[in-house]
């Protein structure tokens, strides 16, 4: 490996590791409520979905029964 390359690496790395300083990590508490927002929004979706689509099923069997 010739002495560019090496220096080429070791200058990456050093941008890579003052980048990292920079990041501001989010508090134990912080992810616990944005994840809890995540898994009640979900659910409540998931469940909104599920009524629609129940609701349609039941409309166009019922549509379906008309033609009959």
Avoid: C, H
């Amino acid at each position: 490996m010739s002495e560019q390359t090496q220096t080429k690496k070791t200058g990456f790395f050093t941008r890579v590791k003052s980048e990292f300083k920079k990041i501001i990590w989010p508090s134990k508490d912080d992810v616990v409520k944005q994840t809890t927002a995540v898994v009640v929004v979900s659910v409540i979706l998931g469940l909104i979905i599920a009524l629609l689509d129940l609701v349609f099923k039941y409309g166009v069997n019922f549509l379906i029964g008309l033609g009959a």
